[in-house]
Nanobody, 123 residues
Framework: QVQLVESGGGLVQSGGSLRLSCAASGSIFSIDDMGWYRQAPGKRRELVARITSGGFTNYVDSVKGRFTISRDNAKNTVYLQMNSLNPDDTAVYYC?????????????????WGQGTQVTVSP
């Protein structure tokens, strides 16, 4: 059984910063890509940023230069540092990971989601 647990969301004023964390736990053998997605009311869930196990990153254009994704492989944790937040960043942020469990070694990684954390940016 695998869990992804996010933390760090909340309410912040425009121009402020937040740092999201997501810790993966359970019977994990290895983790490949990890990432953050977000979904605003009435909109589709979109990719915000992803990071490979080797540290390569990619970002949606709207957050480039403001958000930074990082990970601590020893802790099975991914972070999202969000600076210069604006109201358009308001959404539920979801952690995502491609990982292999100890029960599925040798098989293709499976995709897992966290429960989401709310980020609200006031004008």
């Amino acid at each position: 059984q695998v869990q992804l647990v996010e933390s760090g969301g909340g309410l912040v004023q425009s121009g402020g910063s937040l740092r999201l964390s997501c810790a993966a736990s359970g019977s994990i053998f290895s983790i490949d890509d990890m990432g953050w997605y977000r979904q605003a009311p009435g909109k589709r869930r979109e990719l915000v940023a992803r990071i490979t196990s080797g540290g390569f990153t990619n970002y949606v254009d709207s957050v480039k230069g403001r958000f930074t994704i990082s990970r601590d492989n020893a802790k099975n944790t991914v972070y999202l540092q969000m600076n210069s937040l604006n109201p358009d960043d308001t959404a539920v942020y979801y952690c995502n990971a491609d990982l292999t469990t100890t029960q599925n070694m040798g098989m293709m990684p499976s995709n897992y989601w966290g429960q989401g954390t709310q980020v609200t940016v006031s004008p």
